[in-house]
């Protein structure tokens, strides 16, 4: 047991806070990983975080985690949509992970109601806005520390 989590934000997250806020929220990125750390540290759990613009660096990031992660939560951004190369690297390292999304994609353009990762993920949560990397957080602890 590593006793630690990866965080992943794919593409365009290091923009909240300025974009689209009526979709994402006031929150910044910084809130995002600092809400994620304070739930991890409750549990005795480090995050090691990692935000990409770039497919391959998620990718990277994800293959890093098999043998010194516990846990994955990850929001995948557009590559949610679009990232079969996403897919196969989590379910590639095996370990447990929750998709998360700020906004109910579900409620949103046709497009973003398919996910290339929900089927295999361990849970997902969606519409909850930053809250949601907080449950994601807990619950995945729960599943690797019962
Ligand atoms: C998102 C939803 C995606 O459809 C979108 O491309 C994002 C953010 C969310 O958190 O709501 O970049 O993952």
Known sequence: MN???????????????????????????????????????ERGFDVRHVQSNHEGVLLDAIHAARLECDAVVINPGAFTHTSVALRDALTGIALPFAEVHLSNVHAREEFRHRSYLSDVASFVIVGAGIRGYEFAVSRVIDLVAP
């Open 3 to 41: 006793k630690r989590i990866l965080l992943v934000n794919g593409p365009n997250l290091n923009l909240l806070g300025v974009r689209e806020p009526s979709t994402y929220g006031t929150d910044t990125l910084d809130d995002v990983v600092a809400l994620a750390e304070r739930t991890a540290a």
